[in-house]
C-alpha cells in the first residue's frame, strides 16, 4: 500500500467549501464522502483529536482517502512547519500491477475538485501480508 498526503492551501472556514467541491465531483461518480464522527473511528487517529473527518473509499480504483484539519481541536498540527494548509487529504491506495494511471487520475481529478492550491506533503510504503 501507498500512503500519500497533501494539504490544502486554504482557511479552517474552508470545510465546507472544499468538502462541496469534493461532493460535486463524486456525484460525478455516483459517490459522495461520508462524515465521521464514531468514537473508535476519531479515536484511531489519536494523538490528533478531532470532532470529525471525512472519508471515501473507491472500491474500483483502490483508492481510499480522508479529509481532516491539519490543526486538532487542542491546537496540536499535523504539519507543523505547514500550518498555511489548514486541510489534509490523505491517501491510501492498493498498489497495483495494472490500473495505476486510473489511480493516479484519480487522485488528481480529487486534489483538482477542491478547486484551492494542493502541496504534496509525504509518501510513505506499507507492506501488505
Do not use: C
Request: hydrophobic letters at 35%; aromatic letters at 14%.
Amino acid at each position: 500500500m501507498t500512503k500519500i498526503e497533501f494539504g490544502i492551501l486554504s482557511s479552517e472556514k474552508d470545510e465546507k467549501a472544499i468538502v462541496k467541491n469534493i461532493n460535486d465531483y463524486l456525484a460525478s461518480l455516483n459517490r459522495t464522502l461520508s462524515k465521521q464522527k464514531n468514537k473508535s473511528m476519531l479515536d484511531a487517529r489519536l494523538p490528533y483529536i478531532y470532532k470529525h473527518f471525512y472519508w471515501n473509499l473507491n472500491k474500483a480504483e483502490r483508492v481510499y482517502f480522508e479529509l481532516y484539519p491539519n490543526k486538532d481541536i487542542e491546537g496540536k498540527y499535523r504539519f507543523e512547519t505547514k500550518k498555511n494548509l489548514n486541510w489534509i487529504i490523505f491517501f491510501n491506495k492498493l498498489d497495483l500491477v495494472t490500473g495505476v494511471e486510473n489511480q493516479e487520475k484519480y487522485i488528481k481529478d480529487i486534489l483538482e475538485a477542491t478547486k484551492f492550491e494542493f502541496q504534496f506533503l509525504k509518501e510513505s510504503l506499507e507492506s501488505v501480508e
